[in-house]
């Protein structure tokens, strides 16, 4: 009698956990879903982690591409500058020596008519010193037939044949000086065709170059560093030290 008491306890004892086994079971069907709905959303974001990384690796690469760019572009903007400040300075250097030279042409301008002028009295004296040999030559002859002519007809006319030939001697000795002043003068227009020839200014920069010593800075008046090249040059310079 006993154990049937227990029957309707036994039956609601079931029956709660029945209850309680369909609660269970909802909440497990509730967790099937919630994680069927995560797993979804973790595919979506893996999706998304890809994409996210592809754009990334493009990002890079153009980042890198731009980079390269970039310094390609400098290094252009680099060279266009230095072949500017090259072609600056090769145009001042230019200017300078434009200059220089335009100096040189008026210097050799001055000094070949300082040399024509001269050639000119050379030539004016050489004809003046010809025509007096000419002359001294044919008194000479007239005075050596007039002595000849003095002694053949009196003795006593040696005291005046003395006399006319103390003048010859003396003539001849004029034309020997005026040979020799001639000689001089041919002398002198050779030198003064040998000097026409030689080149007469040179820049800075080449007796820089030839003495050693430093070309003067831009800032520098080239005015004043303008030498000749004459042997030896206008300024001097301490010996170039032997390596």
Not at 3 to 25: A, H, M, R, W
Not at 54 to 68: M, P, W
């Amino acid at each position: 009698q006993s154990q049937l008491n227990l029957i309707p306890k036994f039956e609601e004892t079931v029956k709660g956990l029945e209850g309680s086994l369909s609660d269970k079971s909802n909440e497990l069907d509730n967790m099937h879903k919630v994680a069927h709905q995560q797993s979804s959303d973790l595919i979506a974001l893996r999706s998304q982690v890809e994409g996210l990384k592809n754009e990334n690796t493009q990002l890079t690469t153009q980042t890198e591409e731009s980079v390269s760019h970039s310094i390609s572009a400098e290094n252009e903007l680099a060279s266009i500058k230095d072949t500017f400040e090259t072609l600056e300075t090769n145009m001042n250097n230019f200017g300078r020596e434009n200059l220089e030279f335009k100096k040189e042409v008026s210097e050799l301008k001055d000094l070949a008519v300082f040399w024509e002028n001269e050639t000119k009295e050379s030539t004016i004296r050489i004809v003046q010193l010809e025509e007096l040999e000419s002359r001294l030559r044919k008194w000479i002859s007239d005075c050596e037939v007039s002595i000849s002519k003095s002694t053949s007809k009196s003795k006593g006319a040696t005291k005046a044949n003395e006399g006319l030939t103390q003048t010859v001697a003396e003539m001849g000795t004029t034309i020997d000086e005026l040979m020799k002043e001639l000689s001089y003068v041919n002398m002198v227009n050779a030198e003064y065709r040998k000097e026409m020839s030689k080149p007469r200014y040179t820049s800075a920069g080449a007796i820089a170059a030839q003495d050693g010593f430093a070309f003067p800075l831009s800032k520098e008046n080239l005015r004043t560093k303008f030498l000749g090249n004459s042997s030896p040059t206008l300024l001097k310079f301490s010996e170039k030290e032997s390596i």
